[in-house]
C-alpha cells in the first residue's frame, strides 16, 4: 500500500455549505494569525527553563499523551508497551522505536478524534512530516522525526516563539518554589510563562500522601501547617507567592461542584482530624467543598481568578493508579450539580466586581440547564471553553449552540488549550477558531448576524474575552 | 461609526442549504400569516383593558423583561440601574433615556440570542426602526420610539388586533377577581383574552407569604380555608370561577415533578400544620406534590387543561430576591426525573380521556429520554413548546429533533410565547414557525416526508394542534 | 383525495448538502449489499423453525410492534382495538382489516418517526406496495397484502434469504430448551439462527413469577435450584447448553447499572430469603447488581459477549401490566449512572482479554459522559448502537456525535437490530448505513477524514466491527 500523503485541507472544521464556507473563511482569516492567549494548560515550566530538544517521537507525541496511550489500551495494548513506566519499576518498553511503530500501527482507531486533528497539524506544521503513520511508515517516519527534533528551530523556546505565544499559564502544586519560572523571568528569552496555583493536593484531606503534601506547603509558607489557622494562612502566602511570579488563576479540580462552607470550628475539626489520621469520605468531601468557597474568598481579597474544574471522577480503575499512577486516562467523568453546588459561593461573591469565576465540565447536560443561566445572571461567573472530552470540534459545537442563546459570548471565557503537549497548542486553539468560525457564520447565513458582527465575535473571543476573564481583578 | 441599518432578512432562521431554505419557505409562507394562539403568557390583562400608551422605550423593552436585564446584570449592570425598583425603596434610575443608553451599550451582548430576534423584530415591524441600537444611535432612537409609542396604532388593543392574535391567555392568582378580564369582555373591544388558573402561591406551603395568600383565597371564594376540606373547596369554587371566565388552563410551577399523592389525613396534617406556622422543606415539597395530584383530579372534573412547568428553582440569589423581588433573572434549572415523578399522575389519570396534561421542562435531557417516551404512549399528555432558556432556534431545533422520533408531531402541544412583552408576541411565534418549517424542510430534503405532508404539518403545529392541546375538556 | 404513491428516495438520509450527500452516497454503496449480521434482536426462533406464512397485515405489521400501537394508544386508541389481546381474556378486535383500517387513519402520527421509516421501507421492497396508507386505500391495501403473504416469497425462511441475513440471533429465556434453534439447525436451510441467554427473569428475585422461572430453571438444568450454589450451577449449565447451540452473548436488562457485587454470604441469603417470600425491593436491586458481577465473571469463563440493557423502567403504567401483559410500549428511560455503576465490574474485568461486554442506553446524557470515556479506554467494553428510543436516524448522528471524538470507531460494537418485526429487518440496517455514510461523508466535508477512509470504516462498521464485537472469546 502506498503511503496516504498527509495534507491539510485549508478549510477544514469550516461549515460545508458553500455559502456558510465562504463566510466562515472570511471569519477564520481574520483570527487564524492572533497570538495565542494560553491561560490554563499543563507544560511543564522546565521545558522552557531548559529549552532542550525533545527526546524522541513517541516520548514527544505518545507516551506523555493520555489522550494517545487510552485510545491504543482501549483496543488492547498495555501501558507498559507504550513505554509508560510503571510506578513499580517493572519492565516498560524504552524503545521509541518500539512505542511508534505501535502508535502508527493504530493510527486508524483516531479517526474522527480530536488527536488526529491536533497531531495531523502538529506532525505536518510543526514536524515536516507529509505522510501519513501507518505500519509501512513508521520507520521512515521515526528517522525523519528524529532528525527534525534535533534542529534548533525545533527546541521549546524556538517553537513558543514560532506559535505567537503570547502567555502561557502552567498549573503547579502550592509548594512549588516556582524556580523554573523564575530562571525564565531571568533569562534573556523574552517569553511569558507564569504559574497557576493548584491547591488540590493539600484541600482533599482524604487523598493519599496528603500528610506529606500538606507538611511541604507549611515549609514553603513559612507557616505552621498544624493548625487550620496555619494551614490558612500558608495558603494564603503560597498564593502571594504565585501571584508575585505573575499568576493569574489558581485551579481547582473537584468530583462536585458543591461549595458550601463549614462552620469555622467544623473546619478546625476537621483539618485536625486530618491530621490524626484517615478521614471518612463525606467530611473529607464537605472539606473541599468548603475550601472553595475559603479559595473563593481569598481570590476576593488577593485578586486572582478562581478556575474551578468540577465532575471528573478521577483514577476510575484503581489498580492502573497503584501500577501506573495517575493521569493515565482512568478518569471517568459524573454528572454534575452546578445550580445547588454553587449556589453558595455565587449568593457570596458572584456579584462581587472583585472576583472571578471561570468554570469547566465534563458534563455537558449542564451547558444549557446550568452553567449558561447562571453565566446569564452572575457577574463574577464565566464558562470555560469545554473541557477535556469535550475539547473537539462537535463538542465545542455543541457547546456554543447550548450556552450562547442564554449566556451570549460575553460570558464565555475564550479558549483554554489545557495540554501537556506543548507541541499541540496551535493545532488546538486553531480548532477552536474555526468551530468559532464556523459557528459565527452559521448566525450569518442564518440572518441572526451581520458580517462585521461576526469578525468582531470571533476577534473578541481568540483575544479580548479571554485577556478580560483572566485580568488579575482589584479588590 | 455610521449606524448600522436594520433590516430582517425575510429567510432568517431558515437552514441554509439553498434546496433546503427553498422548501424551508415554501412551508413558511404557509403558516406565516396564520393567526396566533396564546394560550400561555404573562401579559397583565389589565394592559388591554386599560389601553393605555406605553410609557417609554425603556420601559416598554427594558425594565419589565427580565431577559434583557439579567444579561446587563452578568456584564456588570446593578437592576437599580436599569430601571428595576428595589422593594426598598431605595435610589433606581427613573430616566428612561438613562436607561436606554445603557441598553444600546450592552446590545453586542445579545449577539446569538433570541433577544436579539424579538427585539429586532419588534423594533422593526412594531416600532418602526431601521437602524440597531448603539451608543451612536441611542439618543436619537429613544426620541424615535417616544413619538411612535405616543401614535394610537401603537396602543394595546391596536397592537393585538394587528398582530392577529386569536386568544391571549394570561396567568392569574387564584383569588384574582379577574375585574380587567371581566372589564375586556364587556368592552366594545372584540379581543378574546382569558385567564389561567396559577395556584403556586397557596399550593407550597413554606411560600413566604403563603398565609396571607390563602386566607385571600378564602376571601375570594366564599370558604373556610381555616381546614384543609375548605381549602380543597375553594380552589374548586376559583377554578369554576375561572372557568366561567374563558380559562382553558391551569398552571403549576413546581420545582420538582413529584406527583405522589398523600394520604388525605396527611394532607390534612400538614395543612393543619402550615396554618400553625412554618413547615419543614420536604414536607411542604410532599404537600406540592400531593397538590399537583389533587390538581389533576379536579382537571379531570372540571375539564380545565393542567399545565406543569417543573424544574426551576426560583430566586438562587436569595439577596436579590430581598433587595429587588422575584422573577428578576435569578432563576435557574436544575435536573429533574419526570418517569418517576409523574408516575402516580399518569397511572391515575393518564389513559383519561376527561384529562389533558401538558408539560414544560427546561432540562433538554428529558426530551428524549422521558418525555417523549411518556408523551408517545399516554393519551392524556402532551408536549408543551421548549421553555424559557430554550424558547431560541436552536434550542427549539433540538426539541423537534430529540421529541419527534418517539412522539411525533401530534403529541406536541404548539407554541406558547409565554411573555410578559406583549409587543414581542409576532416575533415570538415567528421564531417557532420559522424553525419547524425548517425542521420540516430537513425531513423533505432528507426522504422522510413529502413536500404536502410537510406543509399540512407545519399548519397543524400552527393551528389545530394547540388549539386541540388547550380545548376544554368533556367530563 | 388521491392516493399518495409511496416512493422510496434513494438519498434518503444522506445529508442535504449536494457536495456531501455525493460522498455519502459513494460510501453507502459500499455497503448497502453487504450481508446482515444480527447479533441482538427479539425475533422468535419458532418464526423460522416453522417457516409458516404471515397471518395477516395487521398482524405482521401492528398488532406485535409495540411502536405502532404506542403511538396509536397516545391518540386515543385502545390496545385491544388494536387487536392487542388483554391478559384476562376480555374483548379484543379479532378482525385483522379493522385494525388495520384503524392504523390506516393513524398514519400521519408516524411523521419524521422511525417507525414510518421502517414501515415504508418494508411494505415498498418486501411487500410490494406502492401507495401511501391512508383511510381512503386501507381495505385495498389490506387485499393486496393479504395475496401477497401468501406467496412462498414472503415466507419467513425465504425473507431471511432474499434478505442477505448472514446470523441472525435471537433472545431466550435461560430454561428454554432451544428445541426452535435445533429444528432449524437440524433443517436442510442453511440459515443460521443462535440464540441467547437472558437471564432477567431469574436473576431479579421481586420480579412477579420469579419462583416458578427459577424452578424451571432448575429443571432444565438439572441442578437444585434450593440453594444459592445450586443456582448458580444451574445458571452455567444454561449457558453451556446455550452456548453449544451456538450462542454469541447474553442479555441482561437492569433498571440501574450497578455492578456491586455482594459477599458470598449475603448472597446465599438474599436468596434464600426469596425462596422463602416477597424481597424488599432495595435487597433484590442489590442482587440483581451482585448477579451482573457474576455474570460477567461466568463471560470471562466461558467466552459468552455480555449485553448489557440498562435504564429502561417496565411497565411504568401497572394497570396496562395487569390488563394487557408486558411489552405494550409503557416502558420508559431514567437516568442511568454507568461511572460510577459499571466501576466494580470494569475494574475487576474491563481490562481482561477474555472479557467482553456491550453496554446499550437509552439516556443519551451518558454518550460523551461516561460511556465514551469508560469504552475509550477499558479493553473490554464496546459501546453498543443507540437503543430503542433512539434506534432512529437523528439519535444515531447525535451518538456519533458524542461518541466519537473520545471513543473512535472501533470501540462502538455496530447495528444491531433489536426487533421483533423479523421483516423490517432490511430496513433498520439501512437507516444505520446511511446514517454511518452520512456522518463520515461529514467528515470528508470537513477535512477530517479522505475518502477511502471513510469507505474503509464504514465497512468496519457494518462488518468487521459487529462480527469481532460479538466473537466468541478466548479465556
Given amino acids: 500500500m502506498a503511503a496516504r500523503p498527509l495534507v491539510l485541507d485549508d478549510d477544514r472544521l469550516l461549515p460545508v455549505d458553500p455559502a456558510v464556507r465562504a463566510i466562515a473563511r472570511e471569519v477564520h482569516a481574520r483570527v487564524r494569525d492572533l497570538p495565542l492567549f494560553c491561560p490554563h494548560g499543563h507544560v511543564d515550566a522546565a521545558l522552557l527553563a531548559r529549552d532542550e530538544p525533545f527526546a524522541d517521537p513517541a516520548r514527544l507525541l505518545v507516551v506523555p499523551d493520555h489522550y494517545v496511550t487510552r485510545m491504543l489500551v482501549s483496543q488492547g495494548a498495555?501501558?507498559?508497551e507504550l513505554g509508560v513506566p510503571g510506578t513499580g519499576g517493572g519492565p516498560v518498553e524504552r524503545d521509541g522505536r518500539a512505542v511508534w511503530r505501535r502508535f502508527c500501527a493504530g493510527w486508524h482507531l483516531f479517526r474522527g478524534t480530536p488527536s488526529r486533528l491536533w497531531l495531523e497539524q502538529e506532525l505536518h506544521d510543526v514536524l515536516g512530516v507529509r505522510v501519513h503513520p501507518s505500519p509501512e511508515t513508521a520507520d521512515e517516519l521515526y528517522d525523519q522525526l528524529v532528525e527534525r527534533l534535533a534542529e534548533p528551530s525545533c527546541r521549546p523556546r524556538a517553537l513558543f516563539d514560532a506559535f505567537g505565544i503570547e502567555l502561557l499559564a502552567t498549573t503547579d502544586a502550592p509548594a512549588d518554589a516556582l524556580a523554573d519560572h523564575a530562571a525564565i523571568a531571568a533569562s534573556s528569552w523574552g517569553g511569558t510563562v507564569v504559574?497557576?496555583?493548584?491547591?488540590?493536593?493539600?484541600?482533599?484531606?482524604?487523598?493519599?500522601?496528603?500528610?506529606?503534601?500538606?507538611?511541604?506547603?507549611?515549609?514553603?509558607?513559612?507557616?505552621?501547617?498544624?493548625?487550620?489557622?496555619?494551614?490558612?494562612?500558608?495558603?494564603?502566602?503560597?498564593?502571594?507567592?504565585?501571584?508575585?511570579?505573575?499568576?493569574?488563576?489558581?485551579?481547582?479540580?473537584?468530583?462536585?461542584?458543591?461549595?458550601?462552607?463549614?462552620?469555622?470550628?467544623?473546619?478546625?475539626?476537621?483539618?485536625?482530624?486530618?491530621?490524626r489520621g484517615p478521614l471518612e469520605p463525606a467530611r473529607a468531601a464537605a472539606f473541599a467543598a468548603h475550601m472553595l468557597f475559603?479559595?473563593?474568598?481569598?481570590?476576593?481579597?488577593d485578586g486572582l481568578v478562581m478556575q474551578l474544574h468540577a465532575g471528573v471522577l478521577r483514577d476510575h480503575d484503581p489498580l492502573v493508579r497503584a501500577r501506573?499512577?495517575?493521569?493515565?486516562?482512568?478518569?471517568?467523568?459524573?454528572?454534575?450539580?452546578?445550580?445547588?453546588?454553587?449556589?453558595?459561593?455565587?449568593?457570596?461573591?458572584g456579584s462581587d466586581?472583585?472576583?472571578?469565576?471561570?468554570?469547566?465540565?465534563?458534563?455537558?447536560?449542564?451547558?444549557?440547564?446550568?452553567?449558561?443561566?447562571?453565566?446569564?445572571?452572575?457577574?463574577?461567573?464565566?464558562?470555560?471553553?469545554?473541557?477535556?472530552?469535550?475539547?473537539?470540534?462537535?463538542?465545542?459545537?455543541?457547546?456554543?449552540?447550548?450556552?450562547?442563546?442564554?449566556?451570549?459570548?460575553?460570558?464565555?471565557?475564550?479558549?483554554v488549550d489545557d495540554t501537556r503537549a506543548f507541541a499541540s497548542i496551535p493545532a488546538r486553539h486553531d480548532v477552536a477558531r474555526r468551530v468559532d468560525a464556523g459557528f459565527l457564520a452559521g448566525l450569518v447565513a442564518g440572518g441572526q448576524l451581520a458580517l462585521d458582527e461576526a469578525v468582531e465575535t470571533a476577534v473578541a473571543l481568540a483575544s479580548t474575552i479571554p485577556r478580560a476573564a483572566y485580568a488579575p481583578r482589584e479588590g
Fill in 78 to 80: 498495555r501501558l507498559e
Fill in 195 to 275: 504559574p497557576t496555583f493548584r491547591p488540590d493536593a493539600v484541600v482533599h484531606l482524604d487523598r493519599p500522601g496528603w500528610r506529606g503534601d500538606v507538611e511541604e506547603l507549611g515549609r514553603a509558607a513559612g507557616e505552621d501547617v498544624g493548625t487550620y489557622a496555619g494551614y490558612l494562612a500558608a495558603l494564603q502566602r503560597r498564593r502571594e507567592h504565585f501571584r508575585r511570579a505573575g499568576a493569574r488563576a489558581t485551579d481547582h479540580g473537584h468530583l462536585s461542584a458543591d461549595t458550601t462552607p463549614m462552620e469555622r470550628a467544623d473546619a478546625e475539626r476537621a483539618y485536625a482530624a486530618a491530621l
Fill in 294 to 301: 475559603e479559595s473563593a474568598r481569598m481570590s476576593r481579597e
Fill in 324 to 349: 501506573s499512577g495517575p493521569d493515565r486516562g482512568f478518569d471517568v467523568p459524573v454528572a454534575v450539580d452546578f445550580t445547588r453546588g454553587l449556589r453558595p459561593l455565587l449568593n457570596a461573591f
Fill in 353 to 415: 466586581p472583585a472576583f472571578r469565576c471561570v468554570v469547566f465540565t465534563t458534563d455537558e447536560t449542564t451547558f444549557s440547564r446550568e452553567l449558561a443561566p447562571l453565566a446569564g445572571v452572575y457577574p463574577a461567573l464565566r464558562l470555560g471553553a469545554p473541557w477535556w472530552f469535550l475539547d473537539s470540534p462537535a463538542a465545542m459545537r455543541r457547546f456554543r449552540e447550548a450556552v450562547t442563546e442564554t449566556a451570549g459570548f460575553w460570558n464565555t471565557a475564550g479558549f
